[in-house]
């Protein structure tokens, strides 16, 4: 595959992406857990797709492998890193709103569930029966 088709392709996939985590950050916002669950599923595939088309000789895991040369000087490379790192921080966007959204959810269990208990321990004594009001 040429360097442009390559790049090309990594572009669409990268702008699918980005589409993609706006729809995330949208049903994130408005608790629609349905549309996040397809939508999440989306963005694992692109993701996927996105790495097993990077060049592994750009990964700065992988050992440096003389088989495929990849022009670093063509401007479409810095696009795609930029669109890539725009795709990063959407990510970042959307983990820190859904840690936000789960933290409210634990807040109001935990006021819930303590309050229930207090609740009980006020209505009842130790032998299970009702207390009397003083």
């Known amino acids: 595959m040429s360097d442009a088709v390559l790049i090309r392709e990594i572009l669409t996939l990268g702008n699918q992406l980005k589409n993609s985590l706006e729809e995330e950050f949208i049903a994130l916002t408005e608790k629609n857990l349905d549309h996040l669950e397809t939508v999440q599923q989306r963005k694992v595939e692109l993701l996927q797709s996105i790495q097993a088309q990077w060049p592994q ?5 992988a050992p440096e492998s003389p088989a495929i040369e990849v022009s670093m000087s063509d401007p479409l490379w810095d696009e795609a890193r930029t669109l890539l790192n725009e795709c990063k921080e959407a990510h970042i966007r959307n983990d820190l709103l859904l840690k936000r959204q789960l933290e409210v959810v634990r807040t109001v269990l935990s ?3 303590q ?3 207090d609740n009980h321990s006020a ?3 130790k032998m299970g029966r009702m207390r ?3």
């Open 132 to 134: 009397r009001k003083r």
């Open 123 to 125: 209505l009842y004594d």
């Open 111 to 113: 006021s819930l569930t």
């Open 115 to 117: 309050r229930s208990a």
């Open 57 to 61: 000789e750009l990964s700065s895991e």
